[in-house]
């Protein structure tokens, strides 16, 4: 069932939180085993599940099209056992002129559980072409593409071509303070749906309490190192290094915290970024190709094994 709804935008939203809950459910037994059981937590995604079922409820309804430059700023990769998707924030810059846009642009795709890391990228690549563009450091031209009123572009391939090179620390310095973030609906005004992407600069990384934190003005902000994906060059030490930051502030326990999408560091003295979906549409990079070439060889065993079941 879930599989059958997967592909669907219209249902997607619905089937990946019935898939998870699905597994985590599953995972738990017996439940007598468990240390504590998740009630609250359970009971949440029970009801939101029931609550997207209300017609209208679930936010995918088209609010109008957008034509200009799209500029990602970086991608949040959120996955679990069965299923895996990419998110672009970015920032719009209509054709017409008119003031900057937050937008974001998802992509998912069931998967195997074996299937980690870079291989993540397999799946989702062949459904948007707007990961090439981001692992190549491109906008994108838009061309009558479908916009919900949150902000959430339903991407089309065919309404959208490769644009000029476009650096996400620039677009953040030069446009991300003038875009101005679409209104929430209310079902999904929870402090946990808070997304919002920031740059940050001039900060001093150190260690607090087990996990990382930038001193900005005086006052700490804890960085939530594990959100960030396996399934690309960023790692925490990379963070740590950094003089520049883009991110997505959230909140979380109580506190605001940021999950890093991209970093400036210094490298030989010279500065480099290092993004979280830099290999999103391939590499070249050395540790990239290794781990791309490890998922390759285990989808196509995969791949073997369920044609060997269908043959039977």
């Known amino acids: 069932v879930v599989s059958a709804m997967l592909p669907d935008p219209g249902l997607r939203r619905r089937a990946t939180l019935l898939d998870g809950f699905a597994a985590e459910l599953a995972a738990s037994c017996p439940g007598a085993t468990l240390e504590r059981v998740p009630v609250r937590r359970w009971a949440d995604l029970w009801s939101r599940a029931l609550l997207l079922t209300v017609p209208g409820s679930a936010g995918e309804r088209s609010d109008g099209s957008v034509t200009g430059r799209l500029l990602p700023l970086g991608v949040d990769v959120q996955e679990h056992a069965t299923a895996v ?19 974001r642009a ?25 990961l090439g563009a981001v ?24 309404r959208a071509r490769a644009g000029e090179p476009a650096d996400p620390f620039a677009t953040a ?17 929870h402090p946990v749906r808070i997304a919002v992407p920031v740059l940050l600069e001039g900060y001093a990384a150190h260690s607090e309490e087990g996990g990382l934190a930038f001193d900005l003005a ?9 959100r960030m994906p396996a399934a690309g060059p960023l790692t925490p030490e990379a963070v740590a290094a950094s ?49 791309e070439k490890a998922a390759t060889d285990a989808v196509a065993v995969l791949r073997e094994r369920a044609g060997r079941l269908l043959r039977k």
């Open 85 to 103: 998707q990419a998110q672009v924030h970015a920032v719009f810059e209509p054709a017409d002129g008119g003031a900057p846009r937050l937008v």
């Open 135 to 158: 692992s190549e450091g491109r906008s994108m031209e838009l061309d009558a593409m479908p916009v919900t009123a949150e902000g959430d572009l339903v991407w089309d391939d065919e």
């Open 173 to 189: 310095r030069v446009r991300l303070s003038a875009a101005t973030a679409a209104p929430v609906v209310p079902l999904d005004r």
């Open 243 to 291: 003089h520049a930051c883009v991110g997505l502030l959230r909140w979380d326990a109580g506190e605001f915290l940021l999950q890093p999408l991209a970093v400036e560091t210094t490298v030989r003295k010279k500065t480099v970024a290092v993004h979280a979906g830099a290999w999103a549409g391939g590499t070249t990079d050395k540790a990239g190709v290794r781990a």
């Open 218 to 226: 005086g006052r700490p902000l804890a960085v939530d190192t594990d």
């Open 106 to 130: 998802g992509v998912s795709a069931p998967k195997p559980d074996t299937v980690v890391g870079a291989g993540l990228w397999q799946l989702l690549r062949p459904r948007m072409s707007l």
